[in-house]
């Protein structure tokens, strides 16, 4: 199978996620990075382009430079794929020009800034028929589908109560705005959109919720606060109810002092509760009423995981896979898709437009039902 | 030092926790059972006396006369506390009666089953000068002890955020209320309260997390839920903020399937975070921003312990103490201070009237709110 | 049933392991503390009689009084048992009196300092035909119990490896010999015995591993060390066989700093690997190669345990018991067994004079081993 | 800095550690698959080549092939460096041909099937002065390598005891040889040599023990067993002594029913303890006798480790990097050297012939001492 060529928009000297995106592409094996329009400035774009190893004429001082020149070129030589690695605020702008020039897209959560970005993408995906994937990386890792199936299956009964928290400490300090390239534009309303914690992590804890039970938030009653001096959330909680009838609890902060990057969820059903952690993401926790707790392990040799779920992995039990290789599960599923393969599971595998939109849904509910006092809104 | 000498009010056979009142002032080592009304029925509370070895003119039929004959004996003789162990119901009844008749009293939470209860017991408190003991089990435990120290030392800065759960499963499906004597009155509104799960064990949580933080939990928006059939709450979550300005989530269910009894909490100050779980009371762990994760052990040797908190364990580290013993810890400070001990520490290391209305409260801001749709209610 | 009257030999102020044998009896329930010659200075022996609640005239100068004089008492008012919780080279002497003054014998382990010592004890265990108990707590832990179960009944088939480690750090510096009560007479040859940790705690080791497998080691290959300037071993290792042709390793140290009190296992069986440790002793692990690995919980309600594993809890699941329970059980079941009750299980539930020698024979291998260059030694 | 082109020899279709190396080497960044012989069967051989997309003409049918094609092709386009992917018994001659034909090497461990061909490697390194990286994957892990920086400093103090194990049980089962590429070749001894689990798994955990002390094993009394019917070893375990004077044991398993990939590793220095396990490879543990444990996360923005340590992570704290991630720091490293930088480590961070000697002389000494009976070898 020809690798998908992609072109990434974003990613340049000293950003994270880009990095994150062009390895896990690499580790997916069925991606070739092809161009790039690393940078809003046009000298430090081409600058990243050579140190990644593009070859000169694919690197573009900018994003609309890209789209036009690799449009021009044969069919077989161009980049098929755009991957947007921007911040929220520049994300509409590169996606729908992006569609529109007829490539597929795939792109960073959440998927813009406002919900009328969000939704102007939305319009442009389907006005031009393209694919566009979002990376809500969390539900790239195996023991998360694994959970998914053995909850949606119904075989452990109804979603009683789910228990969410995505906590990290790096805002934990009044000085962490300053000189802090991650925390500049992620705290800034005009690059971020409205919401901080919420929108960056917290949209993150909502999707696992959905993703794993298949049911969607239907309701929400959510405190969001910030240190002093601060323009959005930083913390915050909610309760929740899902479509299915059970309740929740979600915690999304980023000043939980000595929680790094702290994604974890608990998951009661009527026969069983599923515990799942992010940062030690190879072993799931099942715990029954009269049995012995379970300890599922990750890899690609475990012969209790479904067999898709064993597919998807490069290395057999104690092996440990992380993040980078959750990362790339999607990008590789996204990529055998676009070019045909099916999957038998129901689900794409990754965040798809509908689950992007109800994140933009969340982050509004959740600010709205915060600034109105915690009262309860619907999604 | 002389035990004290006590006379205890149900607890008969059956029963679960009379006989961890028992253990738990025998482990105390200062405390000595000489009396007891163990059953509301005469014959059965006999034979209970006898089965623990009561001597046989100390058992009594009924606790009015326990109360009644244990006064007219010599005072060096007689009892000097009455141990209440009846479910809520009848908590009020042999409280006020034993305070009256000049016994101190030391008496499982809930205090009560309604708040007038509650309050009628805590006049008699008031009227007659006796003393009285709550037994909150868990803030018993040394390493919560150790961790109220550092939280309200201000070492750790402001509490932000609290994360508590007390989860359990015994009642997790239909039929578990029938012919199961703990569930029978614990889940009937007539002996329990208009309060299951949230009065139960909820109660716990909230005494932990006033008990650790110094602090008073003072709003509230609670949602509590039941299965199908049943007459109160089973399973429940509230936002709370704190009196410091912290924020929190509390979560009570005794339905969530695989958790055995598992009371956590997750405290999150400005420059630590502390971690404590019921289940496994012989570590704590605390986050920090800059420096590696700590792991705080119990043991009467560990030199960084505060010297109270290691002298109130029996065992060097990694000889674990569990329930009985943080149980035992209620009834030696107690029995100390009943005998003219002071402690240096300015709490007094088990619930006080205070703590127990407070208690009391609690439940009734939970339901009232979430009667009321899960609106925000003060404390 | 009537409690079990037992007079104490050892275990007076600043010692500390009378005071855990009284508590474990306090917590068993069916023992009363009747008598007591708690230190060879008559003066300290009488102040801690008074300190712990014994009556003046039970309290003895000597235990040569002791067991005089509670001889001559009437039968249903004199003690029953002597426990002897004194320094290894003061067990053999008032053992030996004790067991031919009529009284049953309970003795903390080891058996004796030597094993000319032990076997004098066995002769006399065996002429006068009274009982003993010897007190290798670690067996009296519930999961324990249920290990031994699951490997003996051989549904998990043979037994192929056992990795054994007791480590702790108490002595790892060189100063710790000074001013330590305990180190002193444990690291002083003419007190403890020709072994140093391997007497300690490797017999607790090695005890396990038979307790649990039902076999014998039956061959090791040890070496053993100490740090500069002492006299007796602080630290070793062993390569060993067993009876049924499995292998193992066995790690005894006092010198491993940062590990507390870490007695742990791992016994590798050809369906099943069970681990279990100590410190967190109320989890036991079962790993499988197809299955998904077990967490097994202890606790009085936990339908998978077997029933007198369950019977021997005093708490459900999720109230932790600790080495006091242990302790405890290990009196409970010797008493139970002294006033006639038989247990279903094979084992008697507690160290037996076989059990005893067996673990002299252990050190004695262990000491020759070494002192060979680690060549192999039977047992 | 132009990626390293290399060229691979075995890793076709059924493989497992081919995926693995080229996996890495895509995830280090610094490399680029050239060219491959990637089967002893030259259809196979071309059809793999196809699968993972490498241009037919760069495609060989045979490893002399590769070397004599790839030496003909201009400097600037031919493969710089061979990896060699293939059983142990296919390592020495296409490393000696492939060091004569004029390229580096990359090697899986352990170096060989026989010390002969492991020297004959040596030789031809030296004759050649080429450079040369085996595999010891693990060794690759941040935090180990943060371990060495530890221990090797002195701060802890002398090294005094280390117990390492690697226990697998994908060799439990006598069935377990039959149709499984993997067993059958680890488990024949003209292909794997006359080490079965010391050769493959046990040669890690003695270089781990090398790697992270800076000391070297002298001295090893080593019991090796296996199921019956095979003919190599599948279990074992040893004793043995550290040029520094420290004892340890070392067990390597493949038979450990339940343990599926299990190397951890303890060592106690007179300080400090620590304690690091591959299957939760981004926590290590460090405990002190006189304070907390510590818990120390991987993550390139954790303040506390090196320098060189941060640098080497691709992701911060709690985006957990696991086994593909650790072999990529091998590939990342080796081939900055071949580009001509140098590390401030003291370590290549790989090891190097002379490690990969002595883990040939480590195979030897345990088959030499099981061999006669257990008894003491030198290394």
Redesign the interface.
């Known amino acids: 199978m ?2 998908v060529r992609y072109g990434m928009i974003g990613g340049g000297r000293g950003a ?1 996620i880009g ?2 995106h062009r ?1 896990a592409a ?2 997916a ?1 069925n991606w070739r990075l092809t161009a790039g329009a690393l940078s809003s400035d046009p000298e430090r774009a081409k600058a990243s382009g050579a140190e ?2 593009l070859p000169a004429d694919r690197v573009y001082g900018s994003w609309p430079e890209m789209l036009e020149r690799e449009a021009a070129l044969r069919q077989s030589e161009r980049i098929e794929v755009v991957s947007i690695v921007t911040p929220n605020h520049m994300h509409a702008a590169p996606a729908i020009a992006a569609l529109e020039a007829g490539f597929d897209v795939i792109i960073d959560k959440p998927l813009a800034d406002t919900i009328e970005n969000a939704k102007a993408i939305a319009d442009a995906v389907e006005r031009t028929g393209r694919r566009i994937a979002v990376t809500h990386t969390y539900t790239g890792y195996p023991l998360v589908k694994q959970a998914r199936q053995l909850v949606t299956s119904g075989q452990f009964g109804a979603v ?2 789910v ?1 969410v ?1 995505y ?4 805002l ?2 009044a000085a962490d705005l300053v000189d802090n390239k991650q925390a500049a534009w992620r705290t800034d309303p005009n690059q971020s959109g409205d919401a901080g914690a919420f929108g960056d992590i917290g949209t993150h804890a909502a999707n696992l919720v959905e993703f794993i039970t298949g049911e969607r938030i239907t309701l929400m ?1 959510a ?1 969001l ?1 910030m240190l002093p001096g601060r323009a959005i959330d930083d ?5 929740f109810r899902l479509s299915g009838g059970g ?3 979600l ?1 999304a ?1 980023q ?8 994604l974890a969820i ?1 998951i ?6 599923l515990h799942w952690r ?5 072993t799931m ?13 990750a ?1 690609a ?1 475990r ?2 995981l479904a067999p898709d779920i064993r597919a998807i992995q ?12 959750a990362f790339a599960n999607i990008y590789r599923i996204f990529g055998e898709q676009l070019r045909g393969a099916t999957r038998s599971e129901e689900s794409p595998g990754y965040a798809t437009m509908d689950d992007a939109l109800r994140g933009m849904r969340f982050i509004a509910a959740a600010l709205e039902s915060s600034r109105r ?4 809104v619907d999604l």
């Open positions: 020809e690798p994270f990095g994150v390895t690499a580790i094996g990644i190893g009683r109560r228990s928290k906590t990290q400490d790096w934990s300090r009653c405190e606060t913390d915050g909680a909610a309760l309740r929740g609890t915690t902060s000043i939980c002092v000595g929680d790094i990057n702290d608990d009661y059903c009527a026969e069983a509760g992010q940062e030690e993401p190879n926790r099942i715990g029954y009423r009269d049995r012995p707790t379970e300890i599922w392990h890899g040799n012969a209790y490069r290395t057999p039990g104690g092996h440990p896979e992380g993040y980078l290789e006092g915690a009262v309860w």
